[in-house]
């Protein structure tokens, strides 16, 4: 007889539906920012844990919002997220003289309120600002919108409390 095999069918269906709907309703939509976390030596690893607590609550107006995976060495703010990694490698373009000089048209070095950092043009817009002349190297990129300036402005007092003037490496 055929009178059972729609109800097969449906029964089939049943659980597979149920489990799209499960799925669907557990995947993220979430715009939760993600970032790479530093692994940087002891010494460095506390300047930046002092620098996680010193950091505001607030850059350029926008409020904390630290990315994925939860860490003293990683910061955010707002969304498309500002976010700080303290503890990262010296850029390879630190090194270079054109740099310190003036002539790099993607890398500029400069300061903002006593904090000296290293700015370069990222791609697809926005800029990444590491720090010179502190015992350890912090990133910060910043994506298109936000005031660089003000978010430079804004991080100078933890950075100048937490992280001496020095040599890093």
Do not use: H
Not at 32 to 40: D, L
Not at 88 to 105: I, Q, S, T, Y
């Amino acid at each position: 007889m055929n009178f059972f095999r729609p109800r097969q069918r449906i029964l089939v269906g049943l659980p597979a539906t149920v489990f799209l709907i499960t799925v669907a309703g557990c995947s993220s939509a979430d715009d939760t920012a993600t970032a790479a976390v530093p692994r940087p030596d002891t010494e460095v690893t506390e300047l930046c844990r002092n620098l996680d607590e010193a950091l505001p609550r607030k850059v350029a107006g926008l409020s904390r919002d630290d990315p994925e995976p939860p860490s003293a060495l990683t910061a955010g703010w707002g969304g498309p997220a500002i976010i700080l990694r303290c503890g990262v490698v010296r850029p390879p373009k630190m090194l270079e003289p054109d740099v310190a000089e003036g002539r790099d048209a993607d890398a500029v070095a400069g300061g903002v309120n006593g904090v000296d950092w290293l700015q370069e043009k990222r791609d697809g817009g926005g800029y990444r600002f590491t720090t010179a002349g502190r015992l350890a190297y912090v990133e910060v990129t910043v994506p298109e919108g936000p005031d660089s300036a003000a978010v430079l402005v804004d991080l100078a007092s933890a950075m100048k409390k937490a992280i001496p003037e020095g040599i890093a490496d």
